[in-house]
């Protein structure tokens, strides 16, 4: 099988810009590529201020109050779900990587120490307010950090932030896939959070393992793609290897995508009453979200359709790269779903 040299629509505007030699892109080749970096860098800004207009967009004519903080709670918890989706991707990596023939050896720069940082923070900050109860402070003053060992949410954010710290230990240690084992703490302590067993909601373990499953498996999925598509940046001259990647990465994220798909649904009927979908603030982002999930859904089965047809991963890389884009603003519009106001419990729920 022969395949072709990857073309400029498939590489990266820092690609195009920066090529010297008689191979390098010609004006038009340099204005395309630095549109489509200029496309990139607006999702990515669109991505950043959904925290800051979403949280008013969907309360709009809801009836419902916003909590005390919400842009500042949902621009948090973005950063902290961005930098878990990052360290699941670069500890992800290393098993994708064992698992293709003749792999060669260039691998994407680590960003798991930046990662591990930003995601500390911005637990650090959660941490703060939910010391102060769920209240932003207003000054130093207002900071009462002995208080998070009094409440559970309280000891659930001082174990995110250790399980960031002893994430990004470990994924500069020898063994980096071991930063899987505090970022499974992560993702557990952020599903206890999000059901607490002093509630209305009827049996909170349940909803808590769902939710488990739903975030481990979004962090996956988006990481993994980021990390892929870094790496067949680097293997441009070995396409055998970057198809056989990429073709990898597209059977893992199909159960991956299976298991998001089957858990929020679950989540969703225990929940949301399917009446109020579109008269709550939470119904509304959990719409946004379905629609980008579906989109996503379409760009990965254009990208899988195109590397099945010819096994060129270049051709498939367009559509991916969109794909990992639409991930970053499904990550933002979750984590305003954690900060808008939680959805009326009914009596009776469709099941238990």
Known sequence: MTVSRPSVAASSAEDAVGSVGPDAPSDAERRSALRRGGAVLVLLLVAALVPLLGPQLALHESGEAAAPGVDL?????????????????????????????????????????????????????????????????????????????????????????????????????????SAA????????????????????????????ALTFVHLTSAALWAGGLLWVLRTLRLWRAWPRPAAGLLGLYARVAAVLFAAITASGICSTLRK????????????????????????IAALAVVARGRLKRGGDPWSAMVPARAEVVALGLVVAVSALLTAVPAPIWWDEPLWG
Not at 111 to 130: K, N, P, R
Not at 274 to 294: C, E, I, M, Q
């Open 181 to 208: 084992l505090p970022l499974l703490v992560v993702a557990g302590a952020e599903a206890l959070r999000a059901h607490p067993t002093i509630g209305p909601e009827e049996d909170p373990l349940v909803g808590s």
């Open 73 to 177: 709670v949902a621009s948090l918890r973005t950063v902290m779900f961005g930098a878990l989706c990052v360290l699941a991707g670069q500890a992800a990596g290393g098993w994708l990587t064992r698992r293709v023939p003749d792999a060669p050896d260039p691998r994407p720069a680590n960003w798991s120490v930046a990662a591990a940082f930003l995601g500390a923070v911005a637990a650090v900050g959660l941490a703060l307010i939910v010391a102060n109860g769920n209240i932003p402070p207003d000054s130093l003053a207002e900071l009462r950090p002995g208080r998070l060992w009094q409440t559970t949410d309280g000891r659930l954010a001082l174990v995110e932030v250790n399980a960031f710290i002893a994430a990004g230990f470990c994924a500069q240690s020898r063994r980096p896939g």
């Open 272 to 295: 949301l009453p399917l009446d109020s979908v579109f008269t709550t603030a939470y119904g509304r982002v959990l719409f946004a979200k379905l629609l980008l999930v579906v989109a």
